[in-house]
Nanobody, 123 residues
Framework: VQLVESGGDSVQAGGSLRLSCAVS????????MAWFRQAPGKEREGVAALSPGRSTYYAEFVRGRFTISQANAENTVYLQMNSLKPEDTATYYC???????????????????WGQGTQVTVS
């Protein structure tokens, strides 16, 4: 299993970015896929998740601004981020869990595989 994030960049407030998580080892539509983030000096926090049943879950602080999606043909999960704020600055991680369709974004310990992260800086 391998998860590789990309798409992080430095943008101005109000701008947009699309993060990608390229997955190998299993089909992305067969497991929970989630995005977490961690800012310097802060704990890791859940951002969004997508279940095998296509249900989506969002943290309240990104609801309406971020969208999680997947492309089966590319076996890739995306995080579209609009209306970015300076407080969105963090390293963003893609993660998956090996069992179940329950995809909690407040329980990072439930996720078994993680990518290396991609940096997003909003100024």
């Amino acid at each position: 299993v391998q998860l590789v994030e990309s798409g992080g960049d430095s943008v101005q407030a109000g701008g947009s970015l699309r993060l990608s998580c390229a997955v190998s080892g299993f089909p992305t539509n067969s497991r929970c896929m989630a995005w977490f983030r961690q800012a310097p000096g802060k704990e890791r926090e859940g951002v969004a998740a997508l279940s095998p049943g296509r249900s989506t879950y969002y943290a309240e602080f990104v609801r309406g601004r971020f969208t999680i999606s997947q492309a089966n043909a590319e076996n890739t999960v995306y995080l579209q981020m609009n209306s970015l704020k300076p407080e969105d600055t963090a390293t963003y991680y893609c993660a998956t869990k090996v069992d179940g369709w329950y995809c909690p974004i407040d329980r990072s310990d439930r996720y078994n595989y993680w990518g290396q992260g991609t940096q997003v800086t909003v100024s």
